[in-house]
């Protein structure tokens, strides 16, 4: 898929991921619309996966660690085709598929359960470290928030993944610089975040998150990297694409009523008509 398509792919999933938080009434935009592009690379151009059989042995595995970015995960698997697109209009109701954090048990394409901030990263190097031992091919992925770095087990696990060279490890960092009670730098900061993964062996590779070819070029780094795992950090904008939710702290956590839904929405109408013009 090339840049453009996927520049499209990626504005298509933010309006996915802005009408399944508008129908909840509930939920997590601006941290799910900051990963987006990172999301649609991943499921579109770099993982080894299947929709048609999920649990594939040979299959990539992923590991949402903030998982409160859930809207993000499901409007891409929905567009994949691992269930239906109606689905994202449920979110978090009661007995349905999508709820407001990952369900391995429940929800297809999804390698693991989470939302408790700062284990996901300690599964992902568990499911590289057992990759290691079966001679299996897969590799493993798992994006953090730059505010959940701020837990130990996530340091832990770094240094586990560094200790044990696990190349088959990508952890990618979205880093918007914002968290709930305000800018990680204010709260309780993580900075200087790539000196940290260096420190626990890893390679480091600091993006722009919003650029495809940036985002092309470090997986293309992580793939060839032998002997360490690979950490990107990716520079990105909370809320990006909406403007009104752009570096606004206050969308880390609401949803839009109708008024401010169509004012999203027309904002990600006219950056498609944008894209259609390139």
């Known amino acids: 898929m090339d840049k453009l398509k996927l520049e499209q792919t990626a504005n298509q999933l933010r309006k996915h991921i ?16 900051s990963m987006a592009d990172i999301v649609t690379y991943l499921y579109y151009e770099e993982m080894n996966i299947d929709p048609a059989n999920p649990d594939k042995k040979d299959r990539d595995r992923f590991v949402l660690s903030k998982g409160h970015a859930a809207p993000a995960l499901y409007s891409v698997l929905a567009m994949k085709g691992y269930f239906p697109e109606e689905e994202l209009l449920k979110l978090r109701k009661t ?17 693991m359960s989470s939302g408790s901030l700062g284990q ?32 130990g087990q996530v340091w832990e696990a770094a240094m586990f ?7 088959n490890l990508v952890v990618i960092v979205d880093n918007n610089n914002l968290q709930i009670d305000g800018s990680v730098a204010d709260v309780c900061s993580p900075y200087p975040i790539a000196d940290k993964f260096k420190a626990f062996n890893f390679n480091v590779i600091t993006i722009d998150g919003h650029d495809f ?8 780094e992580a793939k060839d990297t032998k002997g360490m795992p690979t950490a990107i950090i990716a520079k990105t904008t909370k809320g990006k694409g909406v403007s009104y939710m752009q570096n606004a702290v206050e969308w880390h956590g609401s949803a839009p009523n109708d008024e401010l839904y169509a004012v999203a929405m027309a904002d990600l109408e006219k950056e498609g008509e944008a894209l259609c013009q390139k």
């Open 213 to 220: 070819d940036a985002i092309a070029a470090a997986f293309e």
């Open 18 to 33: 802005i009408t399944s938080v508008h129908a909840a009434k509930c939920g997590h935009p601006g941290g799910s619309l």
């Open 161 to 167: 993944a560094g200790h044990r060279k696990l190349d």
């Open 95 to 111: 007995g349905e598929m999508l709820q407001g954090h990952p369900d391995m048990k429940k929800t297809p394409g999804v390698d």
């Open 120 to 151: 996901g990263i300690s599964v992902a190097a568990g499911m590289a470290l057992s990759g290691k031992l079966t001679g299996d091919s897969y590799r493993v992925y798992t994006i953090l928030g730059d505010g959940e770095i701020e837990e």
